[in-house]
């Protein structure tokens, strides 16, 4: 029997295909707009997954149609009186409320009807996006995942050499900016219920293979490119640098916001320094 909070596949994978070809953006994109991780929604437009009933809330509020349509219920229509569409869509805009109330309060403190009162909109908007709070974690920690992966390819690309691409990585974990700390108080929760969570422990595993895999690279192209010690062992000090990169963060979000500077200016001081010492060319 087919669990009740499925959606039939019938034309629904055609019918959101053509959702996103409307959008004009690619798969990937249009996954991170509905807070969908991108491999969930290549398999369900393939066929060897259903959408769930919330995804495709998620979809059809992004386009602005009605979910009646994607299940083949109802033809094609615009929402009779729905509300003026939100920047970035609600969805995205409840996870990043979501963000911010869970490292402003940690994500235990946070109820939904907080998160409601911070969208203006009310907890069964919330719940028909994200039906427990599970989701919503989920969603927000993979929100931040995709914000600090964008970025560090962004700033990746303006370096002329591994070293610079090095220094690039340290500065952007470092939490001297309103966002870094709000993304790092989340990582903090992340730790904290990946202890407890299958899911957000698989979560856990993900992002920090996908972050120790770009720093294992760049540290490969530093040795290639002699600006790296020879001696250096990509994976280790990968593994190693990011522990600390974790462990000095930790220390400089247990401080007063007064002493925050400073205490940044020390980690990525603390940090090059170890760089210079272990890994760069002597």
Same mark, same amino acid.
């Given at each position: 029997?087919?669990? @009740?909070?499925?959606?039939?596949?019938?034309?629904?994978?055609?019918?959101? !295909?053509?959702?996103?070809?409307?959008?004009?953006?690619?798969?990937? &994109?249009?996954?991170?707009?509905?807070?969908?991780?991108?491999?969930?929604?290549?398999? @369900?437009?393939? %066929?060897?997954?259903?959408?769930?009933?919330?995804?495709?809330?998620?979809?059809?509020? &992004?386009?602005?149609?009605?979910? %009646?349509?994607?299940? #083949?219920?109802?033809?094609?229509?615009?929402? /009779?009186?729905?509300?003026?569409?939100?920047? #970035?869509?609600?969805?995205?805009?409840?996870?990043?409320?979501?963000?911010? =109330?869970?490292?402003? +309060?940690?994500? +235990?403190?946070?109820?939904?009807?907080?998160?409601?009162?911070?969208?203006?909109?009310?907890?069964?908007?919330?719940?028909?996006?994200?039906?427990?709070?599970?989701?919503?974690?989920?969603?927000?920690?993979?929100?931040?995942?995709?914000?600090?992966?964008?970025?560090?390819?962004? +700033?990746?690309?303006?370096?002329?050499?591994?070293?610079?691409?090095?220094?690039?990585?340290?500065?952007?974990?470092?939490?001297?900016?309103?966002?870094?700390?709000? *993304?790092?108080?989340?990582?903090?929760?992340?730790?904290?219920?990946?202890? !407890? @969570?299958?899911?957000?422990?698989?979560?856990?595993? &993900?992002?920090?293979?996908?972050?120790?895999?770009?720093?294992?690279?760049?540290?490969?192209? #530093?040795?290639? *490119?002699?600006?790296?010690?020879?001696?250096?062992?990509? &994976?280790?000090?990968?593994?190693?640098?990011?522990? =600390?990169?974790?462990?000095? /963060?930790?220390?400089?979000?247990?401080?007063?916001?007064?002493?925050?500077?400073?205490?940044?200016?020390?980690?990525?001081?603390?940090?090059?320094?170890?760089?210079?010492?272990?890994?760069?060319?002597?």
């Amino acid at each position: 029997m087919e669990s @009740s909070n499925e959606a039939p596949p019938a034309d629904t994978a055609a019918r959101v !295909r053509e959702v996103i070809t409307a959008a004009g953006v690619s798969q990937r &994109e249009f996954a991170r707009r509905i807070v969908m991780d991108p491999s969930k929604l290549s398999r @369900s437009l393939s %066929g060897t997954r259903r959408f769930t009933v919330a995804e495709l809330a998620r979809i059809a509020d &992004e386009a602005r149609v009605d979910p %009646g349509w994607l299940l #083949g219920a109802r033809p094609l229509e615009a929402e /009779a009186g729905a509300p003026a569409p939100v920047a #970035g869509g609600r969805p995205l805009q409840i996870v990043q409320e979501t963000v911010r =109330l869970v490292a402003e +309060h940690g994500f +235990h403190a946070v109820r939904v009807s907080d998160i409601a009162r911070a969208c203006a909109t009310s907890t069964a908007a919330i719940h028909y996006h994200f039906p427990g709070r599970a989701d919503l974690l989920e969603a927000a920690v993979r929100w931040c995942m995709d914000e600090d992966t964008a970025r560090r390819a962004a +700033h990746l690309a303006e370096a002329d050499d591994a070293a610079a691409e090095l220094r690039q990585l340290i500065e952007l974990q470092t939490p001297r900016t309103e966002q870094q700390r709000r *993304q790092w108080k989340v990582w903090l929760d992340l730790w904290a219920e990946a202890a !407890r @969570s299958t899911t957000v422990g698989r979560l856990h595993t &993900e992002y920090y293979r996908q972050w120790r895999s770009t720093v294992a690279d760049v540290l490969r192209r #530093g040795v290639d *490119q002699g600006v790296f010690r020879p001696s250096v062992e990509p &994976e280790a000090a990968a593994y190693a640098l990011t522990a =600390l990169i974790d462990g000095l /963060a930790t220390q400089v979000l247990s401080v007063s916001r007064e002493s925050f500077g400073s205490a940044a200016d020390a980690m990525h001081a603390a940090l090059l320094s170890y760089v210079d010492g272990t890994i760069a060319a002597e």
